[in-house]
């Protein structure tokens, strides 16, 4: 009888606190971590934002602290993954048309090539960008390099200016806690279903009667 006594003792401990009040406790702190990850995400975005305005802007030392700015961010908030990364395209459309200006420039035997595709491309925009370059690129190709025309020595490579960053499985901010209480939530509700079936079970079994 003592063992009854205990066993049913331990299902009224249990059922002090309802399954929908834990659940409704859950929901509530699931809301809570999904705006402190989106939080995150959003601090990320707009460091990634300031990396490419400096970079759009020309100013070296400014970028290289808008990246260090994004990496410590990354490095330390979970949900800040930078999927394919931060492309600097300002920089490599600036060191592109620096080596295209010493490959194709006044040693060419055909005269300085860049001056003249320039001339050519200039009027057609009004700004530089990535149009103004593929315009430059290909008027240089109708003309042989300075240099043999196959080598690319020195050319700027796209991959060098992509950084990017790991984000932490789990960080220890609002959204890394919010999130492991949900996740402790969630296994009181899943002990507690489990114990109670246990119990109830026991009962049925060794007892006859609940």
Known sequence: MVDKRKVRRSIKDLQRVKTWQLIILLILALFVAATFLRLNNIGMNDRRAAVIVADQTGEEETTITRLYDLQQYVSSHMNTDLG?????????????????ANQFGDRNPNGNIYQLAQEICA???????????????????KFPAAADPTNGA???????????????????????WSVLICLVISMVIVARLVSLGILKLLLRKHYQSV
């Open 154 to 176: 020195g050319k700027p490579r796209q991959e060098t200016y992509i950084y990017s960053f790991s984000s932490p499985l789990w960080s220890p901010d609002f959204a890394g």
């Open 123 to 141: 009027p057609q925009f009004t700004s530089f960008s990535a149009a103004y370059l593929q315009c430059t690129t290909n008027e240089l190709a």
């Open 84 to 100: 394919r990364g931060v492309y600097l395209e300002s920089s490599y459309n600036r060191a592109l048309q620096a080596w295209q």
